[in-house]
Every structure is written in C-alpha cells, then in structure tokens.
C-alpha cells in the first residue's frame, strides 16, 4: 500500500516539472482578458488542498487512519496505470498548449488557438487527464477522505470551467473556436 502513495506522490513531482518551465517562460506576459470568480478562486484552492495537502496529511500523520480502507492489490495496480495514463495525457496537452497554458481562465496578448496534437481529438486534455487522476487518486490513496475529496471538488469545478472558458474562447476566437467545437470532443475523442 505504500508502493501507492508514494506514486502518487511521484505523479505530484512530475506534473510539477511539466509545468515549471511553462511558468518560467511566461512571467512578466501580458494578458488581453482575464475572467477569474470568487467561486473559481474558492473551487482552485479546494482542489489544491484535495490534491496535495490531504494527501500529505494522509501520508505523514494517522489523523485520516479512521477512513481508512483496504482494496486488493490488483486495485492498486489498476490505479497505477490509469495515473500513468493521466500525466502522459497531462504531459501531451502541455507540450501542445505551450505558453497559451495558465492555471486560471486567462487569454494572453499572443495567444493562439491551438487545434494540433491532441487538441485535434479533444478540446480538454488537461481537464481529461485531471478526470483520470481524481478515479486514480482513491485507488492509490485508500482513504475515504484523502482518496475521494478530489473527485468531489472537481465534479463541479469541472462543469463550471468549461462552460466558462468555452464561451470565453467563443468570445476571443469566434467561428474559427465554433468550427473546432464542431470537430472535437471535449473530454472524448468524437467518432
Ligand atoms: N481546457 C484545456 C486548457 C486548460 S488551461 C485543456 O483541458 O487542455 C486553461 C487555459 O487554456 C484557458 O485560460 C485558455 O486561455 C486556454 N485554452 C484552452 N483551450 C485552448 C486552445 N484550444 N488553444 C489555446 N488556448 C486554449
């Protein structure tokens, strides 16, 4: 069961090292339109806490121990490949995205709209890749709250976001956003 959380902690490291040289690169740029909420600041906070504080509290105290519970190994292994899964698909969007990544409903000056790699199967990879780690994240970390809490803060951040940053880039790219709605899915690839 360790084995697990300690992957799981790995997948934190790597998903940090994805994203640190995009940061880098990115100070100091001008954006042309930002739409950050209350309500997306709060949902951003709890799926902080959700991912990395209570699982760190999970792991290095027994305050949790009372959620405990056990699955068979195989669930843990299960567990392990989907999480694999997710950062390769985390990894993906980002080399695809770039700079035109941030962490809030954010457009930059020189955005671009980026309709390659795996953007040309599906609008949301990171989200996508986000859906995989929250179904992960209770198999490696056996726990009712330090396992689940992430799946539930984002249930709703995920719908609310979409929906945002969908009419945001309707608003920034227009038809040319309409057209590559119509010829993607959002988290599943259209057939
Ligand atoms: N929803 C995408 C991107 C998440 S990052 C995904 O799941 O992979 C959020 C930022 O990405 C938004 O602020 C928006 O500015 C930018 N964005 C989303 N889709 C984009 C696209 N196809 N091309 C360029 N930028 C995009």
New binding site residues.
Partial sequence: MKTFVIVYFIGIVIEMAIRAPIRKAQRGDAKSDQRVSTQEKTLLGLLFLAMFFIPLIYAFTNWLDFANYTLPTWAGWLGVAIFAFALFVFWH?HVD?GL???P????RQK?????KGI?RLI??????SQWLWVIAQPLLLQNWVAGFLNLLVFIPFYFLRVKA?EK??LDTFGEEYKT?MQNTGGVFPKF
């Fill in positions: 969007a995205l035109n990544w941030s809030s409903l954010e457009i955005h671009e709209l980026i309709t953007y609008r949301h990879p990171m989200y996508a940053e945001m880039m590559y």
